[in-house]
Structure formats: structure tokens, C-alpha cells
T-cell receptor
Framework: DVKVTQSSRYLVKRTGEKVFLECVQD?????MFWYRQDPGLGLRLIYF???????EKGDIPEGYSVSREKKERFSLILESASTNQTSMYLC??????????????FGPGTRLLVL | GQNIDQPTEMTATEGAIVQINCTYQ??????LFWYQQHAGEAPTFLSY????GLEEKGRFSSFLSRSKGYSYLLLKELQMKDSASYLC?????????FGAGTTVTVRA
């Protein structure tokens, strides 16, 4: 089974802090993704990566950056946390092939509260 | 742009059938996924459609009409454990665009 893990289930941070969210997958997947999930808005793509050291902006990249130094690890960075970044953050990975193999596997999520 | 619509909430009785509709208008299309998400948990894969027609997998079936930009997820013989959110997502170039999700509540 694919396993995607995230470093924290819950985080509380203060406005202006730098926040790191870590994601690790154990299935040698090429693609990794960061989403945020808010009530009524669904999952929105922040950034994704299709290879080590490669990254692409998603739909809502403002206020975020990412790092992928190793294939299995994809980090999301909030440079200066703000209250409107309070959300559930979900990491996902996929094989990088077409069709049903595009299936994304999700981590358990990190619920971030910015005060 | 991407526009994916699905109803916000549905309620049904244990043992019944529920159909969750999803309509989409997207700039590209490589397939449509349905995911299930229980409260506080990660989304998990349910089904994938790329060709028109019905895909059946046990109690769950998914239908796609590409010409109409329409899909539905059919849940049969509902069980209490089916109470969850169901997410419709369109894939294009390995990226998924999600609808806001449909919360299904199963009542005894």
C-alpha cells in the first residue's frame, strides 16, 4: 500500500512565523502535490512537483513556497504565516503515468491554526 | 478556467440508493476521479472514468458523458459507513481540479 505521511496532524502558529509542513511518500512516486482544503471551497492546489528540484505553481501559490530535495520528500513553506492561511493542508503523490495511474494518494492532513 | 459543480449535501436512508451528480467545464480533460473522504481523514480513491459509460465496482458505480461534461457516482445498498464527503475531480496533465464535495448522510 502507498503510504503518505505528514509531519504533524495539528499545528498552532503565530502570525508572521515561518512554518514548515513536511510530507514523505514511500512508493517512489514521481509527482507530489500540496493542497489546502476549506469548507465550501474543496481542495485547491497550491504547488506540485513532477521531479526532484522541480516545482510548478498551482492555483493558489501566493504566500507559499515548496522544496523537493529528495524524491520522497516534499515540503510546504509558509514564509510569514497569516490568519487567512488557517486551513487543512493535504499532501498527495502519484506515479506520474497517465490514466488511472494518475491516482493521487493523500496523506492524513495537517490542520494549521494561525493566531 | 476550471468549473466543477456538485451538490453540497444529500441525505438518504440505509439500504437505499443515492446518485451524486457532477458537472464540469474545464480547459482540458484526461479523466475524472471520484474520491471518498470521511470526516477528519484523507481522501481515498473510489473510481476513475476516461471513456463514456458506466464503471461498476461493487456497490459503487461511476458514469461519464464527456460530450455533456457530466458524471455521477451511484451508491447502492447504502450503509452507515458510507456517510462521508464525495469529491469529484477532473484530471489534466497530472493535476486534479476538485469540486467542493458532496456530504452524504446515511440515516437508519
Amino acid at each position: 500500500d502507498v503510504k503518505v505521511t505528514q509531519s504533524s496532524r495539528y499545528l498552532v502558529k503565530r502570525t508572521g512565523e515561518k512554518v514548515f509542513l513536511e510530507c514523505v511518500q514511500d512508493m517512489d512516486h514521481e509527482n507530489m502535490f500540496w493542497y489546502r482544503q476549506d469548507p465550501g471551497l474543496g481542495l485547491r492546489l497550491i504547488y506540485f512537483s513532477y521531479d526532484v528540484k522541480m516545482k510548478e505553481k498551482g492555483d493558489i501559490p501566493e504566500g507559499y513556497s515548496v522544496s523537493r530535495e529528495k524524491k520522497e520528500r516534499f515540503s510546504l513553506i509558509l514564509e510569514s504565516a497569516s490568519t487567512n492561511q488557517t486551513s487543512m493542508y493535504l499532501c498527495a503523490s502519484s506515479l506520474g503515468l497517465a490514466g488511472v495511474q494518475e491516482t493521487q494518494y493523500f496523506g492524513p492532513g495537517t490542520r494549521l491554526l494561525v493566531l | 478556467g476550471q468549473n466543477i459543480d456538485q451538490p453540497t449535501e444529500m441525505t438518504a436512508t440505509e439500504g437505499a440508493i443515492v446518485q451524486i451528480n457532477c458537472t464540469y467545464q474545464t480547459s482540458g480533460f484526461n479523466g475524472l476521479f471520484w474520491y471518498q473522504q470521511h470526516a477528519g481523514e484523507a481522501p481515498t480513491f473510489l473510481s476513475y472514468n476516461v471513456l463514456d459509460g458506466l464503471e461498476e465496482k461493487g456497490r459503487f458505480s461511476s458514469f461519464l458523458s464527456r460530450s455533456k461534461g457530466y458524471s455521477y457516482l451511484l451508491l447502492k445498498e447504502l450503509q452507515m459507513k458510507d456517510s462521508a464527503s464525495y469529491l469529484c475531480a477532473v484530471t489534466n496533465d497530472y493535476k486534479l481540479s476538485f469540486g467542493a464535495g458532496t456530504t452524504v448522510t446515511v440515516r437508519a
